[in-house]
């Protein structure tokens, strides 16, 4: 399993159980003008590849987000992340 850090001050990750899939709960909180492209990198990385249904992601008003993760593809969409910069660490646990 993955563990991760990320900035509390500029992004808020909260993981859920949504049946089988895990669903990530993003809300940006500061420095908007430099996460959002950073968030629309990771969507567009799922979009362009040849599996539909890896990760889907939802938008809210007041910068919210969602994406359900299948969980063969929760590695992926974590790196994902570290590699645009959302994260600040990344560890295997266990």
Request: glycine share 2%.
């Amino acid at each position: 399993m993955l563990a991760y850090q990320y900035n509390n001050k500029d992004i808020e990750i909260v993981e859920s159980k949504n049946g089988e899939d895990i669903e990530f709960h993003l809300q940006v909180i500061d420095h908007v003008e430099e996460i959002l492209p950073k968030l629309k990198a990771v969507r567009a990385f799922f979009e362009s590849d040849d599996v539909y249904t890896d990760v889907l992601f939802y938008t809210y008003p007041n910068h919210r987000y969602s994406a359900i993760v299948r969980p063969e593809f929760y590695n992926d969409f974590v790196l994902q992340l570290m590699k645009h910069k959302l994260l600040m660490q990344v560890e295997w646990v266990g």
